[in-house]
């Protein structure tokens, strides 16, 4: 009997292993928001047990994915070395004290048989509380029957939600700079720079502190929590009667068409970019905001989380106005090639 519960399982890690990952764009997309120290993301047992995490998550749900081991090669056979030596005198020393009471050794505390799981499913509901109030607050001020008032804060808290979520995330994965000193903040940004909390972070914070109210800038923070929810939802509650009789179809619509979204979220983002220089025109222009904006799309576009889908439309974009200018503004070619070059610097 054994053995018949085993093979399904071997079967299953020979298919993960066989799994093509690297023609699978949510590989990419996934492994980028892996957030492990640059030690262990060299290690091939670490991108196995990533791999395998992504084949439960993505293609096979059934798939057991063992607990990966924290402690390196080295490090156990160290520590078994010195443990094998230690443990027979620890023992000798033990037997007569623990005659007596194996009533009270019988028993272990919950905290004894703790593990790293628990604190990482604090973080995982944590980040869906939230993401599930920016979606709605967000929801809210989008919708046009909402008074103005109501929806300019919901806007306003909208940002807020998720740049204290996009925090806290980088907080719990990333913890703080080692110490503070100038060396170690630079090398604790250059770790998180490229994550894609930490440039929801800085969008957030770029619309947060302007008087300028964009509705169209907050497509994509309702992508970005419509894809955490419904990663939650479809992890942790697809055995309950009102996810299967409601919420499975768009949560299995959302989570198949997270590369739609993306895309559309990086039109939304060049599109707000372009806006932006619009209102330079106007009375609520901020010539700050504008600048420290086209730098977030200039990091987008150079980011391995969002290069792909940045590139794309900027390609697009390029492909449809460089005719024109070809044809009717030529003088435009010689600011535009400073500017390309600043781009790509």
């Given at each position: 009997?054994?053995?018949?519960?085993?093979?399904?399982?071997?079967?299953?890690?020979?298919?993960?292993?066989?799994?093509?990952?690297?023609?699978?764009?949510?590989?990419?997309?996934?492994?980028?928001?892996?957030l492990?120290p640059p030690?262990?993301?060299?290690?091939?047992?670490?991108?196995?047990?990533?791999?395998?995490?992504?084949?439960?998550?993505?293609?096979?749900?059934?798939?057991?994915?063992?607990?990966?081991?924290?402690?390196?090669?080295?490090?156990?056979?160290?520590?078994?070395?010195?443990?094998?030596?230690?443990?027979?005198?620890?023992?000798?020393?033990?037997?007569?004290?623990?005659?007596?009471?194996?009533?009270?050794?019988?028993?272990?505390?919950?905290t004894?048989?703790?593990?790293?799981?628990?604190?990482?499913?604090?973080?995982?509901?944590?980040?869906?509380?939230?993401?599930?109030?920016?979606?709605?607050?967000?929801?809210?001020?989008?919708?046009?029957?909402?008074?103005?008032?109501?929806?300019?804060?919901?806007?306003?808290?909208?940002?807020?939600?998720?740049?204290?979520s996009?925090?806290?995330?980088?907080?719990?994965?990333?913890?703080?700079?080692?110490?503070?000193?100038?060396?170690?903040?630079?090398?604790?940004?250059?770790?998180?720079?490229?994550?894609?909390?930490?440039?929801?972070?800085?969008?957030?914070?770029?619309?947060?502190?302007?008087?300028?109210?964009?509705k169209?800038?907050?497509?994509?923070?309702?992508?970005?929590?419509?894809?955490?929810?419904?990663?939650?939802?479809?992890?942790?509650?697809?055995?309950?009667?009102?996810y299967?009789?409601?919420?499975?179809?768009?949560?299995?619509?959302?989570?198949?068409?997270?590369?739609?979204?993306?895309?559309?979220?990086?039109?939304?983002?060049?599109?707000?970019?372009?806006?932006?220089?619009?209102?330079?025109?106007?009375?609520?222009?901020?010539?700050?905001?504008?600048?420290?904006?086209?730098?977030?799309?200039?990091?987008?576009?150079?980011?391995?989380?969002?290069?792909?889908?940045?590139?794309?439309?900027?390609?697009?974009?390029?492909?449809?106005?460089?005719?024109?200018?070809e044809?009717?503004?030529?003088?435009?070619?010689?600011?535009?090639?400073?500017?390309?070059?600043?781009?790509?610097?």
């Amino acid at each position: 009997m054994g053995e018949e519960r085993e093979d399904p399982q071997k079967l299953k890690k020979i298919a993960a292993a066989a799994y093509d990952y690297e023609n699978d764009p949510r590989w990419a997309d996934y492994w980028s928001n892996v957030l492990i120290p640059p030690h262990m993301a060299s290690r091939s047992d670490v991108v196995d047990h990533f791999k395998r995490k992504f084949y439960q998550r993505y293609i096979d749900p059934d798939l057991v994915v063992e607990p990966m081991s924290t402690s390196t090669p080295s490090q156990s056979a160290k520590s078994s070395a010195s443990s094998s030596t230690s443990s027979s005198a620890a023992n000798d020393q033990a037997r007569p004290r623990n005659a007596g009471s194996t009533t009270r050794s019988s028993g272990t505390s919950p905290t004894a048989g703790s593990n790293p799981t628990s604190m990482r499913w604090d973080r995982n509901t944590v980040l869906f509380s939230v993401n599930a109030w920016v979606f709605i607050v967000a929801v809210l001020a989008i919708f046009p029957l909402v008074p103005q008032s109501l929806s300019n804060r919901a806007y306003r808290l909208s940002f807020m939600g998720t740049a204290c979520s996009s925090a806290y995330s980088l907080y719990a994965l990333y913890g703080r700079p080692r110490a503070w000193t100038l060396q170690a903040v630079q090398l604790y940004f250059q770790s998180i720079i490229s994550t894609k909390d930490f440039l929801y972070l800085i969008y957030c914070l770029t619309f947060v502190t302007s008087h300028l109210c964009l509705k169209f800038a907050l497509i994509p923070i309702v992508c970005r929590a419509l894809e955490h929810v419904a990663k939650f939802l479809r992890r942790n509650f697809n055995r309950s009667t009102l996810y299967r009789k409601y919420l499975e179809d768009p949560c299995v619509w959302v989570e198949s068409n997270t590369t739609t979204l993306s895309i559309l979220s990086s039109h939304v983002e060049i599109g707000v970019g372009f806006l932006l220089i619009v209102s330079l025109f106007s009375w609520q222009r901020n010539i700050i905001q504008t600048f420290m904006y086209w730098q977030l799309l200039k990091l987008m576009y150079h980011a391995p989380v969002t290069a792909g889908y940045h590139q794309s439309v900027w390609a697009k974009i390029g492909r449809t106005v460089k005719p024109h200018i070809e044809r009717y503004a030529p003088f435009l070619n010689t600011p535009l090639s400073a500017i390309q070059r600043w781009w790509f610097r």
